[in-house]
């Protein structure tokens, strides 16, 4: 995933972008990035691997190093960026939030046509960032560059471009999968992903871009350059696991839809009586801890938090590589409360159940302590397919995912015909998928939000909200 902030001003805006990209280090863990314009010196660039430390450590010198009163920075999960770009359109810098899944045919079709060449990265793999700003090249101006790339990339891709001029140009991805939002201050304005970070740099949120929508942003105006598309398929999962709790998207704030979420799942259990017998409801830290709460204020059972995680020296339990790695750091962080857990029927919600890995490992822990049941429930409906729009997951494969090993185990791949059953609760194969899955992780039960329940509790029309992890439907 990722995420970028940028920021035009009457005067220097490096401390606005440092610490408005910083806000957005929950999206990535892989590259940082910040570029900058000063009249005097023109573009300036840096990127650091943050796979060990936070982009706050990494970049701390920019602040005395860094000049202008013009600047872009990304959070990366992948490639590194922003790039310096020198091309019929000017020296520019650009970085890139999105997917690109035909990149090799884009290269193929591409490079071929022009006879030019790509810097290969370790393994041939080919930047992005630098594909989607050749794409852009390809036609006369920015505008029809970048709506080119967005219709010939099968995938996602949202845009940030600081100018030559120190203009920026800030383009949403064509059905506007992933948010762009504007900000205003008193001297200048800022382009960010997270709401959040523009209102903690200084700024007021002015608007959201549409789908697709292009700009020309300014210290003094904002100048639309392409309007916004009718089609939006905003990623659902914005607002279940990885938008961070203080943004808001579309006009529906994270932390609140987690609650309303929670509420819902809740009422469901009632009416099962599944909560009578329960001592505590906990949330899987972080992103489930919401959605708890919520839960917990609908039933009224007691939320808690049987165990802490010890976060000062690994603040990210997905910092490291391997799997075996991130599943040792993720159980040394783990701390019991013993008085919480002893003899107690415990119900945790988490934002999703994707692998299961870690969360195995979560429940025998939480056996091993003396735990005497372990309900389980996903904020989400069972995820049946690895999402082709954006980098926020580390599947690379949908056998990867727990339901479809598990189907596969069911029924072998006969069992795939029927993915829209085994997400249901209310069908045979529902249900067998749920028990199955208990059996594996030793749950008392488990239960996952509906999909009908998810779209309530976001609050938007269904066609706008992009569900295909959940349904396989675009």
């Known amino acids: 995933m990722g995420g970028f902030f940028g920021a035009v001003c009457h005067r220097d805006v490096i401390g606005d972008v440092f610490f408005g990209v910083d806000y957005h280090s929950h999206l990535g863990t892989a590259r940082g990035g910040m570029a900058a314009y000063d009249p005097e010196i023109g573009l300036q660039r840096d990127i650091h691997n943050i796979q060990n430390s936070p982009f706050r450590t990494k970049f701390e010198h920019v602040l005395d190093e860094m ?6 920075g990304i959070i990366s999960d992948s490639n590194p960026q922003p790039l310096l770009i020198r091309s019929v359109h000017g020296t520019y810098a650009i970085c890139t939030v999105g997917r690109i899944n035909n990149a090799e045919e884009l ?3 591409y490079l071929n046509a022009s006879g030019g060449h790509f ?3 370790t393994g041939g793999a ?8 050749a794409l852009i090249d390809r036609r006369s101006d920015f505008v029809e560059g970048i709506r080119f790339a967005q219709e010939v990339i099968d995938g996602t891709s949202s845009i940030l471009i600081l100018n030559g001029d120190g203009s920026l140009i800030a383009a949403r991805d064509r059905l506007g999968r992933i948010p762009v939002v504007l900000g205003k201050s008193e001297d200048g304005r800022c382009v960010t992903f997270e709401s959040f970070a523009a209102q903690k740099t200084g700024y007021e949120i002015e608007r959201e871009l549409g789908p697709g929508e292009i700009v020309r942003v300014t210290a003094d105006e904002v100048t639309q350059l392409a309007p916004p598309g009718k089609e939006m398929r905003i990623c659902s999962f914005l607002w279940s696991y990885y938008g961070y709790p203080t943004s808001t998207y579309e006009g529906t704030n994270v932390e609140i839809m987690r609650y309303r979420n929670g509420q819902i799942m809740a009422k469901k259990d009632m009416e099962l ?6 001592d505590y409801v906990s949330g899987v830290p972080d992103s489930g801890t919401p959605h708890a709460i919520g839960y917990a204020n609908e039933s009224d059972v007691p939320f808690a938090r049987p165990y802490i995680k010890y976060t000062p020296t690994w603040a990210r339990s997905f910092t490291p590589q391997s799997q075996t790695e991130r599943s040792r750091i993720a159980k040394m962080k783990q701390i019991a409360i013993h008085d919480l857990i002893r003899d107690k029927d415990l119900l945790f919600v988490d934002d999703s159940i994707v692998r299961g890995t870690q969360l195995k490992e979560t429940v025998e822990f939480l056996y091993d302590n003396g735990a005497k049941a372990v309900h389980m429930r996903s904020a989400c409906p069972p995820v049946m397919y690895g999402c082709k729009y954006l980098n926020f997951s580390r599947s690379t494969s949908e056998m990867d995912l727990i339901t479809r090993r598990t189907i596969l185990e069911l029924e072998g791949e006969e069992g795939f015909n ?6 249901r609760s209310d069908t045979e194969r529902g249900q067998n998928l749920r028990r199955a899955i208990c059996e594996k992780f030793h749950f008392s039960s488990l ?20 569900t295909y992890c959940w349904t396989g439907k675009e």
């Open 418 to 423: 029927h993915l829209d059953e085994y997400s």
């Open 67 to 72: 000049k202008g009163y013009a600047a872009i």
């Open 273 to 278: 009586g599944i909560t009578d017998e329960l």
């Open 119 to 121: 810097n290969a990265m």
């Open 447 to 466: 239960e996952f939000q509906s999909l009908e329940g998810v779209i309530e509790s976001i609050g938007l029309n269904p066609c706008k909200l992009c």
């Open 107 to 109: 290269i193929g079709k």
């Open 126 to 133: 080919v930047n992005a960032t630098e594909l989607v700003a």
